[in-house]
């Protein structure tokens, strides 16, 4: 059984040396967030970050015309909110807890403090910057040239990363996933998610629960396929 897809993470402070975590959020504030609950929108003032400890944090954005798009899941050991950090400027997306979540929390200006009294950091910093962008070129060939299943299954792989149980074969999905995430996750619309997953139904490669509150991939190299299928 072929390993799911790395997931996309978008925050990529959580890569750098544990000696530079640990200190940075040394003393931190522990927060909580419940499931459904705002971290903070695009647009925010970016006044500090979190490290993620326990859940789940989906991040998204949103057009003019209120559609929603989710460009990446994040789990525990993710760093979120760190680009206003780098920056200073606004939050550039918003975080939506999908689970109830344990948090560390500092503010941005201990992490400046922090960052001037160590520049080995912006090192890191750089090499963190140049992997956001390598996520992003890969996330927006995903989007240009994959197949409508095709990026529904890249989609699924991707939350098997974070909330996939692997029982004889077949790969749990242990969170409750709404067609409306899943489309705004792969980027089609939602009706192209419910033919799909129809289709998946049928050949037994996707199915959902007794309780139809999660999904099972039955078939995780037929999945895989799907996402070799280009437009």
């Not at 206003?84 to 606004?90: A, E, F, H, N, R």
Request: charged residues 25%; glycine residues 8%.
């Amino acid at each position: 059984m072929p390993r799911p897809e790395k997931p996309q993470s978008f925050n990529n402070l959580s890569v750098l040396p544990e000696k530079f975590i640990s200190n940075l959020f040394r003393e931190a504030s522990v927060v909580a967030f419940r499931d459904g609950q705002v971290l903070f929108r695009a647009g925010d003032a970016g006044d500090g970050c979190y490290r993620l400890h326990r859940g789940l944090v989906k991040v998204m954005v949103t057009s003019k015309q209120g559609e929603e798009r989710i460009v990446s899941l994040l789990g525990p050991g993710a760093i979120v909110g760190e680009l206003s950090m780098i920056d200073g400027g606004p939050r550039s997306a918003s975080v939506v807890a999908i689970a109830d979540c344990s948090l560390s929390f500092v503010s941005r200006a201990k992490f400046q403090k922090f960052s001037d009294s160590d520049p080995e950091l912006m090192g890191y910093v750089v090499k963190t910057l140049a992997r956001r962008l390598r996520e992003a070129d890969d996330a927006l060939a995903a989007a240009t040239f994959l197949s409508v299943k095709g990026r529904l299954a890249r989609a699924l792989l991707n939350i098997a990363q974070y909330a996939g149980e692997a029982k004889g074969g077949r790969i749990e999905l242990r969170l409750k996933i709404a067609q409306a995430d899943l489309a705004a996750m792969a980027g089609v619309a939602r009706e192209n998610v419910s033919r799909t997953m129809s289709d998946w139904r049928k050949r037994n490669i996707v199915t959902r629960s007794t309780s139809s509150t999660h999904y099972c991939i039955n078939d995780p190299v037929a999945l895989a396929r799907e996402t070799e299928v280009v437009d």
